[in-house]
């Protein structure tokens, strides 16, 4: 009888494995969840990029009305293919658009944002990445959307597309202005 079970449980492992791994096939694998969604922003505050012309901000600067937080790099290959999308989330969502500039040297965010403009309304230097840490960022770009109680409402990875803006992001703000 033992001959049998140890012959049969390899087997029966296999067999939830591959059920556990066909019952997750259709999960978007560039999704990630974050634990911040539905929660406070967290406690924070980071000075301006110098150069760029715009105030750093705080967590206290998110609240009031709805806000998204793009986190970028100079250095970011995809945060330079999102950024023109960013300018054209600001317009068509009407929200107020605050970048947090991760692990980044100021005249190079300085000369980024030069030659591609700046859609931002305040920008942050992270320069630490701690704050990055504190908001769950896994690398750059990452986009938020803050509702107007500060509170965290949809998480983006990556950069955002045509097709993500569309049918992803603009519907999360439009979601949180209206909740």
Same mark, same amino acid.
């Given at each position: 009888?033992?001959?049998?079970?140890?012959?049969?449980?390899?087997?029966?492992?296999?067999?939830?494995?591959?059920?556990?791994?066909?019952?997750?096939?259709?999960?978007?694998?560039?999704?990630?969840?974050?634990?911040?969604?539905?929660?406070?922003?967290?406690?924070?505050?980071?000075? &301006?990029?110098?150069?760029?012309? #715009?105030?750093?901000?705080?967590?206290?600067?998110?609240?009031? @009305?709805?806000? =998204? !937080? *793009?986190?970028?790099?100079?250095?970011?290959?995809?945060?330079?293919?999102?950024?023109?999308?960013?300018?054209?989330?600001?317009?068509?969502?009407?929200?107020?658009?605050?970048?947090?500039?991760?692990?980044?040297?100021?005249?190079?965010?300085?000369?980024?944002?030069?030659?591609?403009?700046?859609?931002?309304?305040?920008?942050? &230097?992270?320069?630490?990445?701690? #704050?990055?840490?504190?908001?769950?960022?896994?690398?750059?770009? @990452?986009?938020? =959307? !803050? *509702?107007?109680?500060?509170?965290?409402?949809?998480?983006?990875?990556?950069?955002?597309?045509?097709?993500?803006?569309?049918?992803?992001?603009?519907?999360?703000?439009?979601?949180?202005?209206?909740?």
């Amino acid at each position: 009888m033992t001959r049998i079970a140890l012959v049969l449980l390899p087997l029966v492992l296999l067999a939830a494995l591959l059920a556990v791994f066909a019952l997750n096939m259709d999960r978007d694998p560039s999704l990630v969840r974050s634990v911040l969604i539905d929660k406070p922003a967290p406690q924070f505050s980071l000075a &301006a990029v110098p150069g760029t012309g #715009v105030e750093g901000f705080d967590t206290a600067a998110l609240e009031g @009305e709805v806000t =998204v !937080v *793009n986190i970028f790099a100079s250095w970011c290959i995809p945060c330079r293919d999102e950024h023109p999308l960013l300018e054209v989330l600001k317009q068509r969502a009407g929200v107020r658009l605050y970048g947090i500039n991760q692990r980044d040297a100021a005249e190079n965010a300085v000369g980024f944002l030069g030659e591609l403009g700046n859609p931002y309304d305040r920008i942050g &230097a992270d320069s630490d990445n701690r #704050v990055s840490i504190d908001w769950g960022v896994y690398g750059v770009p @990452e986009t938020f =959307v !803050v *509702n107007a109680r500060g509170v965290i409402t949809y998480k983006h990875v990556g950069p955002i597309t045509p097709q993500s803006l569309e049918k992803e992001v603009l519907p999360a703000v439009e979601k949180a202005k209206a909740g």
